[in-house]
Protein backbone atom coordinates (compact mmCIF):
# COMPACT_ATOMS: atom_id res chain seq x y z
CA UNK A 1 0.00 0.00 0.00
CA UNK A 2 1.43 3.53 -1.27
CA UNK A 3 1.77 5.69 1.84
CA UNK A 4 2.87 9.33 1.83
CA UNK A 5 3.53 11.03 5.21
CA UNK A 6 4.23 15.04 4.99
CA UNK A 7 5.54 16.80 7.91
CA UNK A 8 6.88 19.99 9.00
CA UNK A 9 3.98 22.38 8.37
CA UNK A 10 4.53 24.82 11.03
CA UNK A 11 3.41 29.14 11.59
CA UNK A 12 6.24 31.18 10.41
CA UNK A 13 6.84 34.66 10.02
CA UNK A 14 6.69 36.57 6.59
CA UNK A 15 10.27 36.70 5.23
CA UNK A 16 11.50 33.26 6.93
CA UNK A 17 12.49 30.00 6.12
CA UNK A 18 10.26 25.86 6.33
CA UNK A 19 11.23 22.93 5.18
CA UNK A 20 8.87 20.24 4.61
CA UNK A 21 9.39 16.50 4.18
CA UNK A 22 7.36 13.63 2.82
CA UNK A 23 8.40 9.96 3.60
CA UNK A 24 7.37 7.25 1.02
CA UNK A 25 6.63 3.82 1.46
CA UNK A 26 4.83 0.84 -0.57
CA UNK A 27 6.18 1.02 -4.03
CA UNK A 28 9.41 1.93 -5.58
CA UNK A 29 10.71 5.31 -5.07
CA UNK A 30 13.20 6.05 -7.57
CA UNK A 31 10.47 5.01 -10.36
CA UNK A 32 8.37 7.82 -9.67
CA UNK A 33 8.38 11.55 -9.93
CA UNK A 34 7.07 13.20 -6.63
CA UNK A 35 4.97 16.96 -6.47
CA UNK A 36 4.04 18.99 -4.38
CA UNK A 37 0.54 20.66 -4.76
CA UNK A 38 -0.86 23.65 -2.49
CA UNK A 39 -4.39 24.66 -1.25
CA UNK A 40 -4.75 28.17 0.13
CA UNK A 41 -7.62 28.40 2.83
CA UNK A 42 -10.72 27.83 0.81
CA UNK A 43 -9.32 27.93 -2.27
CA UNK A 44 -8.57 25.43 -5.48
CA UNK A 45 -5.26 23.48 -6.22
CA UNK A 46 -2.02 24.59 -7.11
CA UNK A 47 0.79 22.85 -8.29
CA UNK A 48 4.20 24.33 -6.87
CA UNK A 49 6.71 21.85 -7.65
CA UNK A 50 7.78 18.22 -9.32
CA UNK A 51 10.89 16.08 -9.34
CA UNK A 52 11.39 13.47 -11.41
CA UNK A 53 12.30 10.01 -10.29
CA UNK A 54 16.35 10.41 -10.64
CA UNK A 55 16.06 13.68 -9.27
CA UNK A 56 18.06 15.22 -12.05
CA UNK A 57 14.80 17.46 -13.60
CA UNK A 58 12.26 19.94 -11.35
CA UNK A 59 9.64 22.07 -12.11
CA UNK A 60 8.85 25.42 -10.36
CA UNK A 61 5.39 27.57 -10.64
CA UNK A 62 6.31 30.94 -11.24
CA UNK A 63 4.79 31.76 -7.95
CA UNK A 64 7.51 30.01 -5.82
CA UNK A 65 9.92 30.42 -8.81
CA UNK A 66 13.41 31.37 -7.00
CA UNK A 67 12.45 30.75 -3.18
CA UNK A 68 11.49 27.05 -2.87
CA UNK A 69 13.60 24.44 -3.94
CA UNK A 70 12.74 20.72 -4.45
CA UNK A 71 14.73 17.48 -3.68
CA UNK A 72 14.73 14.10 -2.62
CA UNK A 73 16.79 11.00 -1.11
CA UNK A 74 15.78 8.02 -2.75
CA UNK A 75 17.93 6.14 -0.25
CA UNK A 76 15.40 7.38 2.17
CA UNK A 77 12.65 7.26 0.11
CA UNK A 78 11.94 10.99 1.08
CA UNK A 79 11.60 14.01 -0.90
CA UNK A 80 11.55 17.71 0.42
CA UNK A 81 10.38 21.85 0.13
CA UNK A 82 12.73 24.23 1.17
CA UNK A 83 10.39 27.10 1.64
CA UNK A 84 12.21 30.92 1.50
CA UNK A 85 11.12 34.18 1.81
CA UNK A 86 8.08 33.47 2.78
CA UNK A 87 4.75 36.10 2.30
CA UNK A 88 1.54 35.63 3.73
CA UNK A 89 0.26 34.08 0.56
CA UNK A 90 2.06 31.29 0.63
CA UNK A 91 -0.28 30.37 3.80
CA UNK A 92 -1.59 26.72 2.56
CA UNK A 93 -2.17 23.45 2.86
CA UNK A 94 0.71 21.49 1.16
CA UNK A 95 0.20 17.80 0.09
CA UNK A 96 2.74 15.56 -1.41
CA UNK A 97 1.85 13.69 -4.52
CA UNK A 98 3.75 10.42 -5.99
CA UNK A 99 3.71 10.42 -9.76
CA UNK A 100 2.55 7.89 -12.21
CA UNK A 101 5.39 8.25 -14.33
CA UNK A 102 9.30 8.80 -13.72
CA UNK A 103 9.67 12.05 -15.66
CA UNK A 104 7.89 15.27 -14.46
CA UNK A 105 6.54 16.30 -17.69
CA UNK A 106 2.80 14.34 -18.34
CA UNK A 107 2.82 12.89 -15.16
CA UNK A 108 -0.53 11.96 -13.31
CA UNK A 109 -0.71 12.21 -9.33
CA UNK A 110 -1.91 8.76 -8.29
CA UNK A 111 -1.16 9.04 -4.62
CA UNK A 112 -1.45 12.13 -2.56
CA UNK A 113 -0.76 12.12 1.59
CA UNK A 114 -3.01 14.10 4.10
CA UNK A 115 -1.52 17.33 3.98
CA UNK A 116 0.47 19.53 6.23
CA UNK A 117 -0.56 23.39 6.97
CA UNK A 118 1.76 26.03 6.48
CA UNK A 119 0.65 29.20 8.05
CA UNK A 120 2.83 32.76 7.09
CA UNK A 121 2.04 35.43 9.44
CA UNK A 122 3.13 37.84 11.57
CA UNK B 1 -6.56 33.21 -12.60
CA UNK B 2 -6.37 29.46 -14.12
CA UNK B 3 -5.98 29.26 -17.61
CA UNK B 4 -7.45 25.53 -17.47
CA UNK B 5 -11.56 26.98 -17.08
CA UNK B 6 -13.48 25.10 -15.36
CA UNK B 7 -17.87 26.08 -14.72
CA UNK B 8 -17.88 27.18 -10.64
CA UNK B 9 -20.11 24.71 -9.90
CA UNK B 10 -22.69 21.59 -11.32
CA UNK B 11 -25.61 19.93 -9.73
CA UNK B 12 -28.04 17.02 -10.69
CA UNK B 13 -30.35 14.82 -9.17
CA UNK B 14 -29.30 11.15 -8.02
CA UNK B 15 -29.28 9.12 -11.06
CA UNK B 16 -28.76 11.56 -13.66
CA UNK B 17 -25.51 12.27 -15.71
CA UNK B 18 -23.90 15.39 -15.21
CA UNK B 19 -20.63 16.65 -17.28
CA UNK B 20 -18.17 19.02 -16.20
CA UNK B 21 -16.15 20.74 -18.71
CA UNK B 22 -12.22 21.63 -18.19
CA UNK B 23 -10.92 24.09 -21.57
CA UNK B 24 -7.65 24.77 -22.23
CA UNK B 25 -4.96 25.89 -25.57
CA UNK B 26 -2.74 24.30 -27.44
CA UNK B 27 0.12 25.01 -24.94
CA UNK B 28 -1.49 22.55 -22.35
CA UNK B 29 -4.85 20.40 -23.25
CA UNK B 30 -3.91 20.43 -26.94
CA UNK B 31 -0.86 18.90 -26.79
CA UNK B 32 -1.04 16.83 -23.27
CA UNK B 33 -3.25 14.99 -21.86
CA UNK B 34 -6.00 15.76 -19.07
CA UNK B 35 -5.90 14.57 -15.26
CA UNK B 36 -9.14 14.54 -13.37
CA UNK B 37 -9.00 14.75 -9.43
CA UNK B 38 -12.40 14.60 -6.80
CA UNK B 39 -11.79 16.13 -3.47
CA UNK B 40 -14.30 15.33 -0.92
CA UNK B 41 -15.01 17.70 1.79
CA UNK B 42 -12.09 17.92 4.37
CA UNK B 43 -10.23 15.19 2.53
CA UNK B 44 -6.73 15.30 0.36
CA UNK B 45 -7.31 14.73 -3.64
CA UNK B 46 -7.55 11.79 -5.24
CA UNK B 47 -6.77 10.41 -8.86
CA UNK B 48 -10.29 9.98 -10.98
CA UNK B 49 -9.14 10.10 -14.49
CA UNK B 50 -5.45 9.91 -15.62
CA UNK B 51 -4.36 10.25 -19.47
CA UNK B 52 -7.54 11.73 -20.18
CA UNK B 53 -9.51 8.35 -20.33
CA UNK B 54 -8.04 5.94 -17.98
CA UNK B 55 -9.46 5.35 -14.74
CA UNK B 56 -7.39 4.09 -11.85
CA UNK B 57 -8.24 0.48 -10.16
CA UNK B 58 -11.16 0.93 -7.87
CA UNK B 59 -12.93 4.34 -9.47
CA UNK B 60 -16.24 3.07 -10.97
CA UNK B 61 -17.09 3.16 -13.97
CA UNK B 62 -19.75 5.69 -13.84
CA UNK B 63 -16.67 8.38 -14.16
CA UNK B 64 -15.67 8.43 -17.48
CA UNK B 65 -12.81 11.03 -18.98
CA UNK B 66 -12.84 12.52 -22.87
CA UNK B 67 -10.83 15.41 -24.36
CA UNK B 68 -11.18 16.83 -27.77
CA UNK B 69 -8.88 19.82 -29.27
CA UNK B 70 -8.50 21.94 -26.44
CA UNK B 71 -11.14 20.82 -24.42
CA UNK B 72 -11.75 18.19 -22.08
CA UNK B 73 -14.77 16.86 -20.02
CA UNK B 74 -15.69 14.49 -17.04
CA UNK B 75 -18.74 12.40 -17.30
CA UNK B 76 -20.40 11.32 -14.39
CA UNK B 77 -23.55 8.90 -14.94
CA UNK B 78 -25.71 7.56 -12.23
CA UNK B 79 -25.33 10.46 -9.80
CA UNK B 80 -24.80 9.28 -6.62
CA UNK B 81 -24.64 11.73 -3.37
CA UNK B 82 -21.38 10.54 -2.59
CA UNK B 83 -20.47 12.01 -5.85
CA UNK B 84 -20.78 15.62 -4.05
CA UNK B 85 -17.43 16.68 -3.84
CA UNK B 86 -14.85 19.41 -5.85
CA UNK B 87 -13.33 18.55 -9.03
CA UNK B 88 -9.92 19.34 -10.58
CA UNK B 89 -8.55 19.08 -13.85
CA UNK B 90 -5.08 19.02 -14.83
CA UNK B 91 -2.74 19.65 -17.70
CA UNK B 92 0.64 20.20 -18.48
CA UNK B 93 1.19 22.86 -19.84
CA UNK B 94 4.54 23.63 -22.51
CA UNK B 95 4.39 27.40 -22.18
CA UNK B 96 4.87 27.32 -18.36
CA UNK B 97 6.60 23.80 -18.54
CA UNK B 98 4.62 23.18 -15.21
CA UNK B 99 1.57 21.96 -14.58
CA UNK B 100 -1.86 23.44 -14.37
CA UNK B 101 -4.92 22.95 -12.68
CA UNK B 102 -8.47 24.16 -13.50
CA UNK B 103 -10.43 26.44 -10.53
CA UNK B 104 -12.40 23.70 -9.44
CA UNK B 105 -16.21 22.67 -9.97
CA UNK B 106 -18.28 21.89 -6.99
CA UNK B 107 -20.75 19.37 -7.93
CA UNK B 108 -23.89 19.20 -5.91
CA UNK B 109 -26.71 16.17 -5.65
CA UNK B 110 -30.02 17.82 -5.14
Known amino acids: EVQLLESGGALVQPGGSLSLSCAAS????????MIWVRQAPGKGLEWVSS????????NYADSVKGRFTISRDNSKTTFYLQMNSLRAEDTAVYYCAKGGITETRGSWFDSWGQGTLVTVSS | QSVLTQPPSASGTPGQRVTISCSGN????????VNWYQQLPGTAPKLLIW???QRPSGVPDRFSGSKSGTSASLAISGLQSEDEADYYCAAWDDSLNGVLFGGGTKLTVL
Open chain 2, 26 to 33: SSNIGFNN
Open chain 2, 51 to 53: SSY
Open chain 1, 26 to 33: GFTFSNHA
Open chain 1, 51 to 58: VSGSGERT
